[in-house]
């Protein structure tokens, strides 16, 4: 997800970035809670852990264009 002073944009798997005008919306609220598994760290070994930071931290790849 990227913010700028006028919008909103929403990265979706497999599909192009959604672009929300903040003009569009009514609030923009900060979830709470993480959308990450609680205990996700005890559950995975150091490589996985690294492996999954790697991949969140990476540059989302390109859409495909036809």
């Given amino acids: 997800m990227s913010e700028t ?7 979706i ?3 192009n ?3 929300i005008q903040k003009a569009e919306m009514d609030q923009i ?3 709470g809670a993480s959308l990450m598994p609680a205990g996700i760290e005890k559950r995975l070994s150091k490589t996985e852990m ?4 790697t991949y969140l931290l990476s540059e989302p790849p390109k ?3 036809p």
């Fill in 5 to 11: 002073e006028t919008g909103l944009e929403l990265a």
């Fill in 13 to 15: 798997p497999g599909k």
């Fill in 17 to 19: 970035p959604l672009k």
């Fill in 29 to 31: 609220v900060p979830m």
């Fill in 50 to 53: 690294r492996d999954l930071m």
């Fill in 63 to 65: 859409p495909k264009t």
